[in-house]
């Protein structure tokens, strides 16, 4: 078979591991491929899409994860204006492979500061080059970050930089070559302001770093210019299997990638009729099923109990993705309340085997306890305190997945929407499921829904560590799933599914 093998009962995932394969030169960490084609026109660089959950996705959130090469799902909870209004938003600043983006006020480091405070804004803010700037914005130099090291993109060379760096404490001015703009005026390294595009892309391909310093003429950092990586902004958004038409329609005119039918239980009569009314009017925009989490399910019928082909039925209908998973968010409550749902790998084994029955290759979603671990395990804690990221439940999952829905590793980052709170001198983020009777009480419900749900609170509220800022969160996770890939000696993601053999550990 072309997917991975399980040996041994399928659980969750700290009872499983993945058995190394051969690693090659050309399967090293630093060459494999993240990337992910969910449809004709959507890539994404890394496979993590942010959840559909108001304390989330935002614009702000939107446009972070369009703008590193991932995707957000705009939740269906928003007022569609709203909704509608932060996808055009990501949808009108975005930048296409290869084009020029210049950002105006980028994050500076005061010339006066350590190596420490170097590296924390690093750690902070994610920018691999981040320009010295004195009181009055003169460039000074510039700090890159390379592989963990701290370095001068002026001609300092990393092994003396590392030496220089010595101490956290050192100042950073005996780290960084100065930057002077006699000599720069003869180097590759800066722009003058005013520089034509074609010339700061040609400087920039030819320098060591992916981005270039813009000065005015005496020496003001003006602009940081790169040249961007990834496949455009892709951004997406999600509606009920209700009423879902004007949602849609305002959706798909804003913009959107890709629309998720956000729906606890994709396997139903109403799940089938949202896809083939959607398909009816948009032919042409992908939409994702879901969430189911087996490949077969009984429905009734007049001759008794009949057996239906998840997979085949959704597919069918008109679905280009199916996304995998109940019960088995950090912040659901859906097993524990109602006794519903299945084991993530359980479900994501089962419908990768109903692919692979089908021969065809619709993407499959992993959604729902991924990406984040709470080793103080108590679902409904008021404060997750020892919650933190975790790239094993990522990396189980793409054995079968394609990509992974996450919400509460997103909302860990600045970029959640949810509000901030310090607590014993630590910050926390809000965090809500979007069946908690907080995001009850914040959507605005058509009155079937409100009072079908009102009975029952199906996700938590609670409060997660804060962790600083997605982009290098997600470079972190990207590292631990491209490690991985290269344990497996698999080049991109589709053969790391060929090749993984996971075992109970
Ligand atoms: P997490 O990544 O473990 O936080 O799980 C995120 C997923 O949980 C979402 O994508 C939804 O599928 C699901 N979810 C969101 N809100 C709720 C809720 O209130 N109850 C149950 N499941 C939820």
């Not at 631990?480 to 991109?492: E, F, I, K, P, R």
Request: with cysteine; proline share 4%.
């Amino acid at each position: 078979m072309n997917m991975a093998k399980i040996f041994g009962r399928i659980g969750d995932f700290e009872e499983m591991t993945i058995r190394p394969g051969w690693t090659t030169s050309e399967t090293t960490y630093d060459k494999v491929d993240l990337s992910v084609r969910l449809a004709p026109k959507v890539r994404l660089t890394y496979p993590f899409i942010a959840a559909a959950m108001t304390s989330v996705v935002g614009e702000t959130m939107a446009l972070e994860c369009a703008r590193n090469g991932i995707m957000a799902v705009v939740p269906t909870q928003l007022p569609i204006d709203k909704a509608a209004g932060i996808v055009s938003g990501v949808k009108r600043q975005e930048v296409k492979r290869g084009d020029l983006e210049i950002v105006n006020e980028p994050e500076i480091i005061n010339f006066k500061g350590t190596v420490g405070d170097a590296m924390a804004t690093y750690e902070r803010a994610g920018h691999s080059v981040i320009p010295i700037c004195d009181r009055c914005s003169e460039l000074k130099g510039l700090y890159c970050h390379r592989e963990g090291i701290p370095a001068d993109a002026m001609g300092v060379t990393l092994a003396e930089a590392l030496e220089n760096a010595g101490d956290s404490a050192n100042p950073l001015a005996g780290v960084v070559k100065p930057f002077s703009m006699r000599s720069a005026l003869a180097g590759t390294d800066y722009c003058i302001d005013g520089t034509a595009a074609p010339e700061v892309k040609e400087r920039i391909s030819g320098s060591r770093n992916r981005c270039m310093p813009i000065v005015d003429n005496g020496g003001v950092l003006r602009g940081l210019a790169f040249v961007y990586k990834h496949d455009g902004y892709a951004v997406a958004g999600a509606i009920h299997t209700y009423n879902w038409e004007e949602r849609a329609d305002a959706l798909v005119k804003a913009g959107a990638d890709v629309i998720f039918i956000d729906a606890s239980q994709g396997t139903s009569d109403y799940q089938l009729e949202t896809l083939r009314g959607f398909k009816k009017s948009y032919p042409d925009v992908p939409i994702c099923a879901g969430n189911v989490v087996s490949g077969g399910a009984l429905k009734s019928t007049s001759g008794g109990p009949e057996a239906v082909d998840v997979y085949k039925a959704l597919t069918d209908a008109g679905a280009d993705m199916i996304k995998i998973g109940m019960g088995s968010g950090m912040i659901c409550l859906t097993t524990d309340n109602r006794g519903v749902g299945r084991k993530i790998l359980r479900a994501l084994h089962d419908l990768s085997n109903a692919r692979e029955k089908s021969g065809t290759h619709v993407p499959l979603i992993a959604d729902g306890g991924i990406g984040t671990v709470d080793p103080d395990y108590d679902k409904r804690a008021q404060i997750k305190r020892s919650m933190r990221h975790d790239t094993r439940s990522i990396n189980l999952s793409l054995a079968f997945a394609d990509a992974v829905m996450m919400g509460s590793y997103f909302n860990m980052f600045d970029e959640a929407p949810a509000p901030n709170e310090p607590i014993d001198g630590k910050r926390y983020n809000q965090s809500w499921g979007e069946g908690s009777f907080k995001a009850q009480s914040l959507a605005r419900y058509g009155l079937r829904e409100g009072v079908r749900r009102a009975h029952i609170e199906e996700g938590i509220y609670t409060l997660v560590p804060s962790i600083g800022r997605l982009k290098p969160g997600i470079e972190r996770s990207a590292l631990g799933v491209a490690m991985t890939l290269s344990n497996v000696g698999a080049h991109d993601l589709s053969e790391y599914r060929q090749m993984c053999m996971i075992e109970r550990s």
